[in-house]
T-cell receptor, first 111, second 113 residues
Framework: DAGVTQSPTHLIKTRGQHVTLRCSPISGHKSVSWYQQVLGQGPQFIFQYYEKEERGRGNFPDRFSARQFPNYSSELNVNALLLGDSALYLC??????????FGQGTRLTVV | QKEVEQDPGPLSVPEGAIVSLNCTYSNSAFQYFMWYRQYSRKGPELLMY????GNKEDGRFTAQVDKSSKYISLFIRDSQPSDSATYLCAMSGSGAGSYQLTFGKGTKLSVIP
């Protein structure tokens, strides 16, 4: 079975630009969460979606938004990129329990 | 005070040693406790998942949760060079919308052959 897949794996953007990151969860999982991990830190929660509804939002500015599609895949959008948005963005997939399975992440560099 | 405290290390041990990794937390609402292993520039891999207090063993790995002390541990027996990675503790509450994970900073482990 395929695990959590994220695309793209790497990208470089310029300050002020917009970026869209994509995630496909494990087959049968209906919950997708997004995390930001800066170098040397643990992942920080951004959003959780379940059955296309937002279930939780972390302490991130409104420049960050997300959505979940009928097939349970998800997009994370970040507007007006700042240098500080450079990080590894992780998508996690959950079934009925609390455990979360992560993808390989998208490494975003803002220059 | 951060919700989850984890010593970032680095921790260096010889091959075959027993490794002990720990986290403390302040939020008594946490019910689910996890340990993840993360290799450099990769996503975290779920190692152990425990609900409430108690011990759980899986091969060379043992997870312990002491909710009265707000303290969790991961033990690795017969450590191998392939165990060299960053280990992240994570925890969450229960109930609708509470499955967001709160992570520690991670402990970087090196197992020396």
């Amino acid at each position: 079975d395929a695990g959590v897949t994220q695309s793209p794996t790497h990208l470089i953007k310029t300050r002020g630009q917009h970026v869209t990151l994509r995630c496909s969860p494990i087959s049968g999982h209906k919950s997708v969460s997004w995390y930001q991990q800066v170098l040397g830190q643990g992942p920080q929660f951004i959003f959780q979606y379940y059955e296309k509804e937002e279930r939780g939002r972390g302490n991130f500015p409104d420049r960050f938004s997300a959505r979940q599609f009928p097939n349970y895949s998800s997009e994370l959008n970040v507007n007006a990129l700042l240098l500080g948005d450079s990080a590894l963005y992780l998508c996690a997939s959950s079934g009925t329990g609390a455990s979360a399975f992560f993808g390989q992440g998208t490494r975003l560099t803002v220059v | 005070q951060k919700e989850v405290e984890q010593d970032p290390g680095p921790l260096s041990v010889p091959e075959g040693a027993i490794v002990s990794l720990n986290c403390t937390y302040s939020n008594s609402a946490f019910q689910y406790f996890m340990w993840y292993r993360q290799y450099s520039r990769k996503g975290p891999e779920l190692l152990m998942y425990t609900y409430s207090s108690g011990n759980k063993e899986d091969g060379r790995f043992t997870a312990q949760v002491d909710k009265s002390s707000k303290y969790i541990s991961l033990f690795i027996r017969d450590s191998q060079p392939s165990d060299s990675a960053t280990y992240l503790c994570a925890m969450s509450g229960s109930g609708a919308g509470s499955y967001q994970l709160t992570f520690g900073k991670g402990t970087k482990l090196s197992v020396i052959p």
